[in-house]
């Protein structure tokens, strides 16, 4: 199929716009790469300081096999990430029958933020995806790896992790996931508590039993949320092994797979003639997939941060615009909660991302000449994996939806767009996701309560002072006021008002989870309040016009440009709970629209 030439057209936009940095980029990893193996380099104290602790170092010392490092975000607070516990076994027992030795280079931090929402530790969560790429750099800084394997799957390891691994784009990079839990409590049903006990119709107790029945076991949330958004960007850019996302932890399957993704590791090193360095897998081409596949299965907004901050560390650049006219041509082909009733694994059984991927490049929507660590094209990834005896076979995926009301095909999707829109106007930059939002809120134009914090918008719902059609406006939310945090916990409070008939929306610099739907929310407004943006200077009871079918965002007041801006208060974010060890990030910290980054 003829690539669709809006996807034609974007690409060669983010390439023309990256020449100067690509090229600088493929320099570099050309220069770390020339040497071959930096190992062969180390001097005899050095080796023995790096295999002391290996059982078969004598062997590795006379050799030429190929060293695998891995890079855990294990911990076992997080559920997605404790089936990692037991990998470094599986992956050392994979590689020695695959030629090779396994080695774990390091771990890096995995907070989560369904422990952090609305607490003071939520201000350090989008800054932990740049520790997370710093803490990967440190841990393969010792030069005497092959290959990398990544074990990462929430927020934002996932993202720092790709940093890294574009920032050592010299050597072959291979993730490995863990897999969702089993479906607990439905989540329709888990959101509905939520709002009872918003209202104060049921007690404590409800709501703790409601929340135990969905987050019950090991493996990554269950909604369509940042972790499971991340698991379906890797593979549509290339970096999972096919069908891989969506398989339950401590599953046979699973381990096959995580075995086999270490014998790929092995075999794509530059000691084999089969070299795929991570740098050429993520290129332009790589992230114009990723992004297709976030519009068309309504992944999260966080992504719409994590992609040009992950890009950038490959020499790409990418701007909303790229976002916003890809959702223009990309339709929503899935609809898992919070943008339908069904979870990941209804997802998976339904189809998944085999279905998807097939069905798009039939339509043209995503480029399959691109390089994969499956060995071949995107094409590869229309296949879904099958276990026979302990061995992975990879067998054609589904060609039709074995249920319309979650997957359908391109030519009949639930939306003719991916839903996401870029707003522009007086008030800043910023994006919307529309794909759960009603029709008929897709324009809101209302007078401006104007916050400071999230809490403050909590305690004026429980005193009943919202009786109107509202804008929320919660300003200083913004990467360099308080680090970003997640505005989640404003989700049932506004369903609940938008759920008594009241037109309402969100408009914030700050973010909400990928878990956020149904509410009108204009996000990540940049220049953040903050840093002088317009947000400082909007006053409660201006009207607010939200348009996301022209993509505007405007503050009708005649008198608005000439305000003086509201200045920003640092002391309450400025220490506690580890605050004060990230205040060099706040004042550092790039716009909300180049990725909110500080390491690259």
């Known amino acids: 199929m003829t690539l669709h030439a809006t996807v034609d057209k974007v690409t060669d936009r983010i390439r023309e716009r990256s020449a100067k940095t690509r090229a600088a980029y493929e320099a570099k990893i050309a220069r770390a790469a020339e040497d071959g193996p930096r190992r062969a380099h180390l001097s005899c104290g050095n080796q023995a300081h790096a295999y002391a602790a290996m059982p078969d170092k004598a062997d590795f010392a006379t050799t030429r096999k190929p060293n695998i490092g891995v890079v855990t975000a294990y911990n076992d607070m997080l559920s997605a990430h404790q089936p990692y516990e037991h990998y470094p076994e599986i992956i050392r027992r994979a590689a020695h029958a695959a030629g090779a030795t396994a080695q774990v280079a390091g771990g890096v931090p995995a907070m989560c933020d369904g422990v952090t929402q ?8 989008l ?3 740049d520790v997370i790429a710093l803490a990967a750099g440190v841990a393969l800084s010792h030069d005497t790896f092959d290959a990398a394997l990544y074990l990462g799957v929430c927020d934002k390891i996932v993202p720092g992790l790709v940093i890294a691994a574009a920032t050592f784009g010299h050597i072959p990079a291979v993730f490995v996931p863990a897999g969702p839990m089993p479906s607990g409590l439905p989540n329709d049903e888990k959101s509905k508590v939520r709002q009872q006990f918003a209202t ?3 007690g404590r107790e ?4 409601a929340e135990m029945a969905s987050y019950h076991s090991a493996g990554t949330c269950t909604f369509y949320g940042t972790a499971n958004s991340n698991q379906m960007l890797m593979e549509f850019m290339g970096l999972h092994l096919p069908g891989s996302s969506f398989v339950n932890p401590n599953t046979p399957l699973r381990e096959a797979l995580t075995t086999a993704a270490v014998s790929r590791a092995a075999s794509i090193t530059r000691l084999g003639n089969d070299f795929l360095p991570a740098g050429e897998v993520l290129d332009e081409r790589a992230f114009v997939n990723g992004i297709v596949g976030l519009m068309s299965t309504g992944g999260s907004t966080n992504l719409i941060l994590h992609l040009p901050a992950m890009a950038r560390a490959a020499g790409v650049l990418l701007d909303l615009e790229d976002f916003h006219d890809l959702s223009e041509c990309v339709p929503l082909m899935a609809r898992v909660y919070p943008n339908g009733l069904a979870d990941v694994n209804h997802f998976h059984a339904a189809g998944g991302l085999g279905f998807m991927i097939g069905r798009l490049l039939d339509a043209g929507l995503l480029h399959q000449d691109v390089r994969t660590i499956a060995g071949g094209g995107l094409d590869l990834y229309a296949q879904e994996p099958r276990l ?8 054609d995926g589904a060609r039709e939806s074995l249920n319309d009301k979650i997957l359908r095909p391109a030519s009949d999707p639930f939306a003719a767009t991916g839903g996401l829109k870029q707003l522009s106007g007086n008030l800043g930059r910023g994006v919307i996701k529309v794909s759960a939002v009603a029709t008929e809120r897709h324009i809101i134009e209302a007078p401006a ?7 403050e918008v909590k305690a004026a719902f429980k005193r009943g002072e919202f009786t109107t059609d509202t804008i929320v406006v919660v300003r200083f939310q913004g990467p360099r006021a308080n680090g970003m945090p997640e505005l989640h916990s404003l989700t049932p409070t506004l369903a609940v008002l938008q759920d008594r008939g009241l037109r309402v929306a969100l408009v914030t610099d700050g973010r909400m989870s990928g878990a956020s739907g149904k509410v009108p929310a204009a996000i990540h407004v940049s220049p953040e309040a903050a840093n002088g943006g317009p947000l400082a200077r909007v006053q409660d009871g201006d009207i607010i016009r939200l348009d996301a079918v022209a993509g505007t965002l405007e503050c009708l007041a005649p008198d608005f440009a000439g305000r003086t801006p509201a200045t920003y208060d640092p002391a309450a974010n400025a220490e506690g709970m580890g605050r004060e060890l990230f205040s060099a990030f706040r004042a550092h910290v790039s716009p909300a629209t180049e990725g909110a980054a500080i390491v690259v």
């Open 449 to 455: 309560r104007v916050f400071a914090d999230q809490e």
């Open 206 to 209: 409800a709501l703790m039993a």
């Open 118 to 125: 609305g607490r003071a530790g939520m201000e350090l969560s």
């Open 200 to 202: 104060g119709e049921v």
């Open 127 to 129: 800054f932990s995806r």
């Open 388 to 395: 026979q005896g302990n061995q992975v076979h990879w067998v």
